[in-house]
């Protein structure tokens, strides 16, 4: 029996708010031709999940709200990280 708490997060971020749930890993399905995905967080979307970073019990919550929104910045809006392009004047 898996001990994975289900863990969420709702962050806005240029306007838009994001929901990322935290999912356990999936065993591989060699049958189905299903690969073994480990913990990760996943956004939330229209009823559909899309990957995004591995699951780290007890992280730190400013770290890992950080690494969701870089995620964002990248794959969502398609730029560098906010905090970067302040560094970067």
């Known amino acids: 029996m898996s001990t994975h708490k289900v863990e969420q997060r709702r962050l806005s971020h240029r306007g838009?708010?994001?929901h990322f749930v935290?999912?356990?890993?999936?065993?591989?399905n060699e049958r189905r031709g299903v690969e073994a995905v480990p913990p990760m967080w996943y956004l939330m979307n229209e009823g559909k999940r899309r990957p995004v970073l591995p699951h780290?019990?007890?992280q730190e919550l400013n770290e890992?709200?950080?690494?969701?929104?870089?995620?964002?910045d990248e794959q969502?809006?398609?730029?560098?990280?906010l905090l970067l392009q302040r560094h970067r004047k």
Do not use: N
């Open 56 to 58: 780290v019990p007890g």
């Open 76 to 81: 969502v809006f398609g730029t560098k990280p």
């Open 16 to 18: 838009r708010e994001f």
């Open 22 to 28: 935290s999912y356990d890993a999936q065993i591989a």
């Open 64 to 72: 890992l709200d950080g690494a969701l929104l870089r995620w964002v």
